[in-house]
């Protein structure tokens, strides 16, 4: 079904690109036929206004049949249509013109301004979902610890102590069985809190979870599964944000990145040595030179929060 609109979103903009032209093309080599036809006086300023107008027309047109998503330049007709009805309308206030033809021209305008306005709405609304399809892409990252699923599932299952782990998590707290509150610092001694249920728990496996909160609306996983060559334990967090979810990136205030990446590496550093070794970066919010471009190589698209 959206392949069909598209194509019939594409076919409309190839007519009107296409009679953009042709109509360019007559008002620039017989401007006395068209002022003729609009029942305007073909005088020699008509014309000259006639000839600009095709102009206009004929980029217009160049510019809609040249471009994937040519909305600019379908607004830019709508623009142009504004002018010619205002011209029209002024042709047939003016003496010595023919009304009944002013007003038909004018009638046949304003049907392909609403043809234009419809053909730029549509490219403009399927240029925003797509780019809300980008932002909903599953954020997916990786690593390997020196340490049995056993072990790391029972660190991530105590909620409690992520933020040990997760920087800027100040606090998780239990609700009930299912549901936990999380707590996230925001710049400028801001916070942001939501709500998480828990919908799947398969100890030593995986940890499934879904936000109740219209803050954060997201769903995750994290997977806990044997290493290739049984040298620890694969741990695998995915995310996925909602359709209709605000940039997460903005949320955080830190290169998105790598926000995921930085957990599953302070995890790492946390199942294998007893610690997290803080960096110069880790005193720092946001942005600092002590932070890589690349925390290591993760097999992540994007990076949320996690909850």
Request: charged share 20%.
């Amino acid at each position: 079904m959206a392949a069909a609109q598209q194509m019939s979103t594409q076919q409309l903009a190839n007519s009107l690109g296409w009679f953009s032209i042709g109509l360019g093309l007559a008002e620039l080599a017989t401007p006395n036929v068209v002022a003729k036809l609009i029942g305007a006086r073909n005088g020699a300023g008509t014309r000259n206004i006639l000839r600009f107008y095709g102009a206009r027309e004929l980029a217009a047109g160049v510019g809609i049949l040249s471009q994937s998503n040519p909305s600019g330049w379908l607004w830019a007709r709508v623009a142009g249509d504004v002018v010619d009805v205002s011209s029209l309308c002024k042709a047939m206030l003016s003496d010595g013109n023919d009304r009944g033809k002013s007003i038909a021209a004018t009638a046949a305008v304003l049907g392909v301004t609403v043809a234009d306005v419809c053909c730029a709405m549509r490219f403009a609304g399927a240029s925003a979902n797509g780019q809300a399809r980008r932002r909903a892409a599953a954020i997916i990252s990786s690593i390997t610890i020196a340490r049995t699923a056993e072990e790391i599932y029972s660190f991530w299952r105590d909620f409690a102590r992520l933020p040990e782990i997760f920087d800027r998590l100040e606090s998780v707290q239990a609700l009930d069985d299912n549901r936990w509150r999380w707590k996230l610092a925001m710049p400028m001694s801001r916070s942001l809190e939501w709500d998480a249920e828990i919908t799947d728990d398969q100890p030593n496996s995986r940890i499934a979870w879904q936000s109740v909160s219209p803050s954060v609306p997201h769903s995750g996983e994290v997977r806990f599964e044997p290493s290739a060559g049984q040298r620890g334990t694969k741990v695998t967090v995915r995310i996925q944000p909602q359709l209709a979810s605000p940039g997460i990136a903005k949320l955080l205030g830190v290169v998105p990145e790598q926000h995921v990446n930085i957990a599953l590496h302070n995890l790492k550093q946390m199942m294998e040595t007893g610690e997290v070794v803080k960096s110069d970066a880790s005193i720092h919010r946001g942005m600092h030179a002590a932070v890589p471009s690349e925390t290591y190589s993760g097999s992540g698209q994007r990076a949320a929060i996690v909850a």
